[in-house]
């Protein structure tokens, strides 16, 4: 389910919690929802046309440089959880993206943020936002062409 303001774009997406997620409690493990952040960001990404492949295919990688995740309630096994992925934009050459994971019930069970940032795939850091990521900027609506 994508949605849009003036500077972030969202997906929707869901993820069924897999017995090998939890603990012998049948509770999902913390370091499991950083799994799932990325769930989220490859659903995104697929969604809007700005997958990991996507970017590979520009000679980039977008590797994680930041990483937060508040934990308020647990998941459990078989639980389907819904996790809203946001971009947010930056002037920067850089990708935010923020997280809310919700349970079945809808309450709010993790929040999260990741930052990553633009490496050419030779290992090279971009210090100015990669011409391909301008141009899917401007096709979202992000920008003005």
């Known amino acids: 389910m994508p949605s849009k303001t003036k500077n972030q774009i969202s ?7 897999r017995f090998a997620e939890t ?3 049948g509770i999902v493990w913390h370091g499991n929802y950083i799994q799932y952040f990325e769930d989220g960001r490859e659903a995104f990404g697929r969604h809007h046309g700005i997958s990991y492949l996507d ?3 520009h000679n980039f990688s977008t590797p994680i440089v930041e990483s937060k995740c508040e934990h308020k309630l647990p998941l459990t096994y ?7 992925t946001t971009y947010v934009d ?4 850089k990708m935010v993206f923020t ?9 709010v069970v993790c929040k999260g943020k990741t930052v990553q940032v ?3 795939l030779g290992g090279e850091l971009s210090l100015v936002i990669p011409q391909f990521f301008m141009d899917w900027k401007k096709k979202v609506g992000l920008i003005n062409g």
Not at 90 to 93: D, F, I, N, V
Not at 99 to 107: A, L, S, V
């Open 99 to 107: 997280y809310e994971i919700r349970n079945p019930k809808g309450e």
């Open 11 to 17: 997906f929707t997406s869901e993820v069924r919690v």
């Open 90 to 93: 930056s002037e920067a050459a």
């Open 118 to 120: 633009f490496v050419e």
């Open 23 to 25: 603990d012998p409690l």
């Open 55 to 57: 970017q590979k295919d």
């Open 78 to 84: 078989g639980d389907v959880a819904t996790i809203r």
